[in-house]
């Protein structure tokens, strides 16, 4: 709608259906960088705000379903909430399935039901500890958010996770989550947990500290909050802003779009990966 805050989806919003008299807010996702938008919204605060982009953390998991409190501290199922594949390949081996099964664990990669014909990722019911690990590229990492983490703390489940930036961003303890490389850093632990009973309270009191900032009442806050400030500001200096100096921000976006998703494509899939090193600590 011309001259007035348009909020378009990073995927669904293309060269064709942009205008120079539009202002759009897009966002990005884990998707490229638009570089049709006026205003973006990131889903981690890697980058840092700025004048044209600020951070918001992705929305929770809808109806999640939090742990039976009746499992008090016992820990017998890991859980993966995800796709298989999307799971490092180590995590799904044989011997790491085996090496769990001696401590009274057992794997069970939570993603989409065949048989209904729904995914039960919002059901932590029987979940005692979250895993998620991807060894994605460090490019295609520092675009995830940290809803894996987020939604642990809304469902009392304490999570083991990876070396993702947007984890890192939130972490203010070591009872926030465990952070692993490795399965053998996942086997220990889930030693540890099991011999500190207190500490796997301690991390579920902390999750459920930590979820009050990111329920969908508090998220709907922040996100009034940034459409009456950071986005109107930018707005009234777009609409400021000359029709010359408008149009030409339209037609470099206009050329730029296509090349922003062939790079994006390429540096996600190609590049050093967060599992391949512990120097990232």
Known sequence: MPGKINVVGVRDFGRRAARADCFTLIPRGDAHSPMLADFVILQNGV??????????PHWPQPGILPRDSGRGVRIERLVYKGR????????RSQSFIDS?????VSLEVDGFDKLRGEHSWNNYYNADLVLGVRDVTRYDA???????????WLAGTPALLGPEPAYRELRRSDLDYIEVFTPNDVLTAIERLQAEPNTYRRMVACGTDRAASYSEAALTRVWIDALAGPVAAAFA??????????????GAGLALEGSSKRIDRVRSRYGPRILSTRALR
């Open 100 to 104: 769990l099964g001696a401590l009274g």
């Open 142 to 152: 520092s675009k995830k958010p940290a809803s894996k983490l987020i939604n642990a």
């Open 84 to 91: 298989r594949y999307n799971l490092s390949e180590e995590f």
């Open 237 to 250: 200096a777009w609409k400021r802003k000359p029709r010359a100096l408008r149009l030409l921000r339209y």
């Open 47 to 56: 980058r840092g705000d700025g004048p044209r982009r600020l951070s918001i």
